[in-house]
């Protein structure tokens, strides 16, 4: 799928103060990097790092849409810009976010919110961004549009090149539109939302290929007291995963759980009891036969399913024969 990139690149209403000096509406014409409300805005920092990476990775509303299963490459993010941004990717603090505000993406309304949440476990769903009213995502809206802002104007005042261009802009921390105030030493845009964004690769991220870093994608529409959907979790869209070689993709879709681990099975007066390693976020179920030759998917299930909790858990089976295969299955 060919995500667009915008063809403007607007300073937003209300953005963090570096940029409030700003005309409101104007267009930085000058500037190579495209920015406009709605755009899903990728930002790299890293503690002690003379410069920030800020990638437009196109329109939030395109990842709305993206049906279950869909893998998505994110092509704008150059991992040659990254690894000569960056010296090194251990530690790299990455967020991903868009604000529907003025002029407005159409079929949402006004502060929706695109936020990443990181996963402290890349195998475990992040705990879900919730629905706030649209005062509160109006101020975390301004935060979020600010850094898009910011970098079109940093981009302005930057010659163009690799490091400067329609998709993607380093940034001298010391610029005059620099991301980092506006995102916060908390990574929560100033206390303006309701928690992190921000996910920081391992200090060993680069020391296997097999190392990724996970963040979900939520959409939040701006809940309403009224209406009962203030504080409900928002929607998952699916998740981004970084890899070491810098290379990013999006997967439409809740993420599949990890497979589960059998550490032990034992059988007493004819009950069979399996232990298995789980995740909070994943229902399991036993499946057994007495003779191999159907594949697992086929297997009866004969007890479950019980809801994970990130501790090792049993399923029983009753009156099991003495000889046994059994397997165990998650599901989200």
């Known amino acids: 799928m060919t995500m667009k990139t915008p063809t403007t690149s607007r300073i937003g209403r209300g953005i963090a103060a ?27 920092r890293q503690t002690g790092n003379a410069s920030d990476y800020v990638v437009n990775i196109g329109k939030a509303s395109s990842f709305s849409t993206l049906a279950p299963g869909t893998t998505v490459p994110i092509t704008n993010l150059s991992a040659s810009t990254l690894y000569a941004a960056f010296s090194s990717v251990n530690g790299l603090q990455w967020s991903i976010a868009a604000a529907n505000r003025p002029p407005l993406v159409p079929g949402f309304p006004l502060q929706t919110l695109w936020v990443s949440a990181p996963r402290l476990d890349p195998n475990t769903p992040a705990s879900p961004w919730l629905r706030k009213g649209q005062s509160a995502q109006g101020n975390a809206g301004s935060q979020i549009e600010g850094v898009g802002a910011n970098a079109a104007q940093s981009s302005s005042l930057l010659p163009g090149g690799s490091d400067n261009t329609a998709t993607g802009v380093v940034i001298p921390v010391g610029a005059p539109f620099p991301i980092g105030p506006v995102i916060g030493t908390d990574g929560n845009y100033q206390g303006a939302f309701q928690g992190r964004v921000e996910n920081v690769t391992p200090d060993d991220f680069d020391g296997a290929p097999a190392n990724v870093s996970r963040s979900d994608l939520y959409e939040l529409l701006p809940g309403t007291i009224a209406g009962g959907t203030y504080d409900t979790p928002g929607r998952l869209l699916g998740y981004f995963e970084l890899q070491p070689n810098g290379s990013l993709t999006f997967h439409a ?22 232990s298995f390693t789980t995740v909070a976020s994943a229902n ?24 994970g909790t990130g501790s090792i858990l049993s399923l029983h089976e009753t009156n099991a024969a003495s000889s046994r295969f059994f397997a165990v299955e998650a599901q989200p």
């Open 18 to 44: 570096l940029g409030a000096g700003l005309a409101l509406g104007t267009t930085v014409q000058a500037a190579p990097f495209l920015y406009a409300p709605g755009d899903l805005v990728l930002a790299f």
């Open 284 to 307: 399991y179920r036993l499946r057994a036969v007495s003779t191999l030759g159907a594949p697992v998917s086929a297997w009866p299930v004969v007890s479950g399913p019980i809801a």
């Open 253 to 274: 879709g809740a993420a599949p759980p990890p497979a589960p681990t059998i550490s032990g099975i034992g059988r007493v007066n004819g009950v069979a009891t399996v």
